[in-house]
């Protein structure tokens, strides 16, 4: 029973295309995520939705949109891929965005993306 | 904003030794301080965590341990096992999600 999960896991693609990744979270939370992981292992958050609504949106360029379909998905869309957004992304979700007891927050297994 | 570092960047032990990682932020508005594992090529798993409420907590081999005065919390692991290696993560909140921010991270090695 996965609880955050990923697709794909992998993904290779030529600068200028544009790709989606999916997030699927089976834990009922409330809130989720997306980070970037870049090549030295620095996690930075850029996208978090509560409801539907984005309430999050950190200083990363506009090529990137969150697309949230339902409560229980979030999916990261990236236009005109640039070279410089190879990295590891990573879902993430949690029960309550206000900072009760349940903020933890669970990780999905990530998608390394190369642009090349 | 919130600014978390965190030492040492590397770090190497002998099976059965223990290890401590220390992280501090700037923010003292944060309340909420958890640490996550990350193994290679999975994501990051809490492995514990802490409240500013909160001085110490303990669970099993794992510790934590904040002093919201001097703004740091630190990570204990005793008894360290070569299954303990891995790259260890600490962050800090408000507890809304706006400033989960996370350290650079800490890669222990275990050695057996």
């Known amino acids: 029973d996965t609880a955050v999960s990923q697709t794909p896991k992998y993904l290779v693609t030529q600068m200028g295309n544009d790709k989606s990744i999916k997030c699927e979270q089976n834990?009922?939370?409330?809130?989720m995520y997306w980070y970037k992981q870049d090549s030295k292992k620095f996690l930075k958050i850029m996208f978090s939705?509560?409801?539907?609504?984005?309430?999050i949106n950190e200083t990363v360029p506009n090529r990137f949109s969150p697309k949230s379909p339902d409560k229980a998905h979030l999916n990261l869309h990236i236009n005109s891929l640039e070279l410089g957004d190879s990295a590891v992304y990573f879902c993430?979700?949690?029960?309550?965005?206000?900072?009760?007891?349940?903020?933890?927050?669970?990780f999905g297994p990530g998608t390394r993306l190369l642009v090349l | 904003g919130e600014n978390v570092e965190q030492h040492p960047s590397t770090l190497s032990v002998q099976e059965g030794d223990s290890a401590v990682i220390k992280c501090t932020y700037s923010?003292?508005?944060?309340?909420?301080f958890p640490w996550y594992k990350q193994e290679l090529g999975k994501g990051p798993q809490l492995i514990i965590d802490?409240?500013?409420?909160?001085g110490e907590k303990k669970d099993q081999r794992i510790a934590v341990t904040l002093n919201k005065t001097a703004k740091h919390f630190s990570l204990h692991i005793t008894e360290t096992q070569p299954e303990d290696s891995a790259v260890y993560f600490c962050?800090?909140?408000?507890?809304?999600?706006?400033?989960?921010?996370f350290g650079p991270g800490t890669r222990l090695s275990v050695l057996p």
């Open positions: 923010d003292s508005a944060s309340n909420y």
């Open positions: 993430a979700s949690s029960q309550d965005f206000s900072g009760g007891t349940q903020e933890t927050q669970y």
């Open positions: 802490i409240r500013s409420n909160v």
């Open positions: 834990l009922g939370h409330d809130t």
């Open positions: 939705y509560n409801n539907k609504e984005l309430i």
């Open positions: 962050a800090a909140s408000k507890g809304n999600g706006q400033n989960f921010v």
